[in-house]
């Protein structure tokens, strides 16, 4: 196959560090691939895109590689790696086995209450935290939520994300991306807040994890932009009266009435039968050094502490921060803080 055997030749760094396994999702200008972890034999996601398939969007591209660098949280799939060749830019992932929130509710047909409030307090859980770094996500929908191997929901793609100063070009992009998502705001172009906008896409993924079903749906884009601006929307029969509250305070089609994440932290159906509010302080903080881990690279690498310690805190997001997080996501799992020597 010589587009293999071309691709292998040009991404040597990948195959060095890495087995790279078969062909797990795509869409777009990229796709997903399986692959391992030689060092740590942790397994990975390789989210692979080729620059020539991109166009105009590699800004898209660096702008998320950016943003992933700054965010370091439970809820969100982690980003351990970049390499960029002159034809491709592969980006190692955290391995969230589950599937996406997507497949799952088609498979469930819908979600209990209880089970939606789980996940729904993990997803407000992490957009709280995306908004305190001062970033919007933009694009959530259940494709962009997926499922790791303790069934915990990790927020993913980035692509559309940006400050909330915005950057319009993206706002027209997003509308054509993923309208049934889309807040009125956006749809009718105007300036808008950016945290505000995810709030109105939190409501539409919440309505579809306790329906199965979306409230704005239309073949035709047109018919479908219309029903998202006047927001009116059926609630099936089977909704409890606090449900029913709390998808009309989130899909306000005025963003000024519309609930804030902060207030959905503490809110009365989010407090339901868990008595807290939502924890969304990160428990991986940007920074943190492990000594367990650090000396375990240090003795692999033959080196000083001090000066393995030194090469992480650089957070080059190359094989160093890649094995320095795997390292760490071994031992928060309770396994062995061990790197497999090479021969
Ligand atoms: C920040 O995290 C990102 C950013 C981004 O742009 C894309 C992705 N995409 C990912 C990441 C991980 C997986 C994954 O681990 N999938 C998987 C693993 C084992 C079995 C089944 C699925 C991923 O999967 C894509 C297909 C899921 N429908 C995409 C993360």
């Not at 991404?11 to 396994?21: D, F, G, I, R």
């Not at 950016?66 to 034809?87: D, F, G, P």
């Not at 808008?192 to 704005?216: H, K, N, Q, R, T």
Request: net charge neutral.
């Amino acid at each position: 196959m010589p587009v293999e055997r071309t691709t292998e030749f040009r991404a040597e760094e990948l195959y060095k560090y890495y087995k790279v396994y078969e062909t797990i999702g795509s869409g777009g200008f990229a796709k997903v691939k399986l692959g391992r972890h030689i060092l740590t034999g942790e397994k990975v996601a390789i989210k692979i895109i080729n620059k020539k398939d991109l166009g105009d969007d590699l800004p898209r591209v660096k702008l998320e590689i950016e943003a992933m660098k700054n965010l370091s949280h439970q809820h969100i799939c982690r980003l351990y790696q970049v390499i960029e060749t002159s034809t491709q830019i592969f980006m190692v992932l955290e391995h969230c086995p589950g599937g996406d929130l997507f497949d799952y509710i088609i498979a469930k047909d819908r979600l209990s209450e209880e089970d939606t409030r789980v996940f729904f307090r993990q997803i407000v859980s992490a957009m709280a935290y995306v908004h305190s770094q001062g970033y919007a996500h933009r694009d959530l929908k259940p494709e962009n939520i997926l499922i790791d191997e303790d069934h915990n929901l990790k927020l993913i793609d980035f692509g559309l994300c940006a400050k909330p100063k915005g950057g319009l070009g993206y706002e027209l992009m997003t509308c054509c991306g993923t309208p049934a998502y889309v807040a009125p705001e956006l749809i009718q172009d105007r300036a808008y807040i950016g945290s505000e906008a995810d709030v109105w896409s939190m409501g539409v993924l919440l309505f579809s994890l306790l329906c199965g079903d979306l409230p704005f749906d239309d073949d035709n884009c047109v018919v479908l932009y219309r029903k998202i601006t006047r927001g009116k929307y059926d609630n099936p029969h089977w909704l409890s009266p606090g449900s029913v509250l709390l998808l009309n305070q989130m899909m306000q089609v005025d963003p000024k009435r519309r609930v804030t994440v902060r207030q959905l932290l503490d809110h009365p159906w989010v407090m339901k039968d868990h008595n807290s509010p939502v924890e969304w302080y990160s428990r991986q903080l940007l920074g943190h050094i492990d000594e367990d881990c650090i000396t375990e690279m240090a003795v692999n690498m033959k080196r000083s502490r001090e000066s393995t310690t030194a090469l992480v805190r650089e957070w080059r997001y190359d094989h160093t921060t890649a094995t320095y997080l795997l390292l760490l996501s071994k031992k928060q799992r309770g396994k062995p803080v061990r790197l497999c020597p090479q021969p």
